[in-house]
């Protein structure tokens, strides 16, 4: 399984511990930037995750910044994305039950440990598909019909 992550100027240390534990689980992770602790504009790095996994590049993408709302808001903004910020392990475990999002979103301030179990949870549950599917194909063909 290959993992994208990116982050903002907040989460450059974060980013690379992850990494190197995701690494050593077995994942192969690619790694959008930002590494360097300078104020950047997290939306390009959003974008680019986002685009990658919209063209089944990545499996999945892994963002973080300061809260991580700014991370989703600009993920969400690409064509096939379901990016869901979460903020513990219940909310990671149901956005890929229910939402098959494709797209996590953390804050880099959040401790270490917590970030692993969520994006643990996140990369080993699987879409339930059934009465989830049809809302998630309604979130689909919206994007389709409103050229989103």
Do not use: W
């Amino acid at each position: 399984m290959v993992i994208g992550i990116a982050t903002d100027h907040h989460g450059v240390k974060v980013k690379s511990e992850l990494i190197d534990y995701f690494t050593r689980q077995g994942y192969q992770m690619v790694d959008y930037g930002t590494n360097s602790e300078d104020m950047v504009d997290y939306p390009s790095f959003a974008f680019q995750v986002g685009e990658e996994v919209a063209l089944k590049k990545i499996d999945y993408g892994i963002l973080l910044c300061g809260t991580g709302i700014g991370m989703s808001i600009a993920c969400n903004k690409v064509k096939g994305v379901r990016c869901a910020k979460v903020s513990n392990v219940e909310e990671a475990r149901l956005s890929r039950e229910h939402n098959d999002a494709n797209v996590l979103a953390l804050s880099s301030h959040m401790p270490i440990d917590q970030m692993e179990e969520m994006i643990y949870i996140f990369l080993t549950t699987s879409f339930l598909g059934e009465r989830h599917l049809r809302r998630v194909q309604q979130i689909t063909t919206y994007e389709e019909k409103h050229d989103c």
